[in-house]
């Protein structure tokens, strides 16, 4: 059993975690197996988040008077938590992924934004692109207007060579 001194600690760097990321998603993972974890957390990891086991008692505690409270307030059962991260799309899909590879993960809920999600929320989140195949998105049309250019101007110098051969082979410019 710990020592109130390191609960208190303990419920303290869970306060600070929770509150500096904008994501949170609540999760059941009963019956995980120790290599099933291992591999759940290097997904999370991957991700840019963190995955932690807590119980619902601190969990409570911590998430009191926060955008977390609502999702948070009424747990039941072993409970765990994967937060933070730039990307919240890129996290779920992470956990969607695992949960349909073991079936013994599920997910509680979510908080995006401040906004809670439930289980359908949660897999309309996970078929939205992630950040970056946005940022690629953006890219492309940021590009392709420069490209377009660049290929009209191009045809103009390739219409006129192709005129100009023509005209050579069928000897237009034979002097007479």
């Avoid at 999370?44 to 977390?68: E, H, S």
């Avoid at 390739?158 to 005129?163: D, P, S, T």
């Amino acid at each position: 059993m710990k020592v109130k001194s390191k609960k208190i600690s303990g419920l303290k760097q869970l306060e600070k975690d929770i509150s500096a990321s904008p994501t949170m998603f609540i999760c059941a993972f009963e019956g995980l197996k120790v290599e099933e974890d291992f591999e759940l957390r290097k997904r999370v990891m991957a991700a840019g988040a963190q995955y932690r086991v807590v119980q619902n008692r601190m969990a409570r505690l911590a998430a009191k008077d926060t955008l977390y409270e609502p999702a948070l307030g009424k747990l039941r059962g072993m409970t765990s938590i994967a937060f933070g991260g730039d990307d919240p799309v890129s996290l779920v899909k992470a956990l969607v992924a695992y949960g349909k590879e073991h079936a013994v993960f599920q997910f509680k809920a979510g908080v995006v934004e401040g906004r809670v999600l439930d289980l359908d929320g949660l897999n309309e989140l996970a078929k939205l692109p992630g950040r970056l195949e946005l940022h690629a998105k953006v890219l492309f049309l940021i590009q392709s207007p420069a490209q377009r250019l660049v290929s009209v101007l191009n045809g103009v110098g390739r219409n006129l060579a192709v005129v100009i051969n023509q005209a050579v082979e069928q000897g237009k410019f034979a002097a007479e």
